[in-house]
């Protein structure tokens, strides 16, 4: 009984925070990236990684960002990312869907190489406070000779 009501808060916490998605607010969205879940179909290795992403609500609902990465692999190669997304949060209670355009640049011990890459996510704000968020997200990413998927875990801050 203690968990349904714990739900229930939970639930009516996220309805009442949606006004930090409306036209003019702002968020920063830190987030670590893999967590040794995600899986890169080109080396068949696991990797960490940290992202950042920070933007402005456009129209309600709707958020344009920009967004850097770095990851670090088992293989030796790094990559590091710059690019520009979106997302689009359904129901004003959290949950989201993402895209976005990156160029990625591959640090390997005696090549480098730069790629332009598509990404996607979908997870949920889970809003902590009126402008605190954990936000877990499933993401697929993929450039022309490799795809690769996994989860994060990030915290949202809406101004």
């Known amino acids: 009984m203690k968990k349904l009501i714990l739900l229930v808060c939970l639930l009516v916490a996220s309805v009442a925070a949606r006004a ?3 036209k003019g607010k702002w968020v920063v969205n830190p987030s670590l990236t893999g967590l040794e879940l995600s899986h890169d179909t080109g080396t068949d290795k696991t990797s960490f990684g940290l992202e ?4 402005a ?3 309600d609902n709707v958020a344009l960002l920009v967004n850097g990465a770095a990851k670090w ?9 710059l690019g520009v997304g979106g997302r689009y949060y359904f129901s004003k209670v959290g949950v989201f869907l993402g895209a976005n355009v990156n160029v990625d640049r591959y640090d390997w011990e005696n090549l480098d ?7 996607m996510e979908a997870g ?5 406070s009126r402008t605190v968020t954990i936000e877990p997200a ?3 990413n993929v450039n022309g000779d490799r795809s690769k998927f996994g989860v994060k875990v990030g915290f949202g801050l809406y101004f």
């Not at 950042?52 to 933007?55: D, Q």
């Open 113 to 119: 190489d730069t790629k332009f890459s598509f990404g």
């Open 138 to 140: 499933a993401y697929w």
């Open 124 to 128: 949920y704000a889970f809003f902590l």
């Open 52 to 55: 950042v992403k920070g933007g």
């Open 57 to 59: 609500f456009l129209i």
């Open 20 to 22: 930090q998605f409306e």
């Open 73 to 81: 692999n088992e293989n030796g190669a790094d990559i590091y990312s």
